[in-house]
């Protein structure tokens, strides 16, 4: 998710947002716990840089 689209939504479509990425990480870890592979391994990366653009973007709304 580009960070422009990101400025646009409100705060709570982007709580709604993190907490589905915070899901999607949950289970991929647990995938990797047990498999210890994952078909596709970069999404834990994408996930949590994407994670953290909304936490700040949050944090931006609050502050200003």
Known sequence: MDI???RNQSIEE???RAEEINKELFELRSKLALEKKL???HLIKMN???KARILTVLQEKKAG
């Open 4 to 6: 422009k689209e990101l």
């Open 14 to 16: 982007l709580q709604v």
């Open 39 to 41: 078909d596709k391994p």
């Open 48 to 50: 949590k840089r994407t």
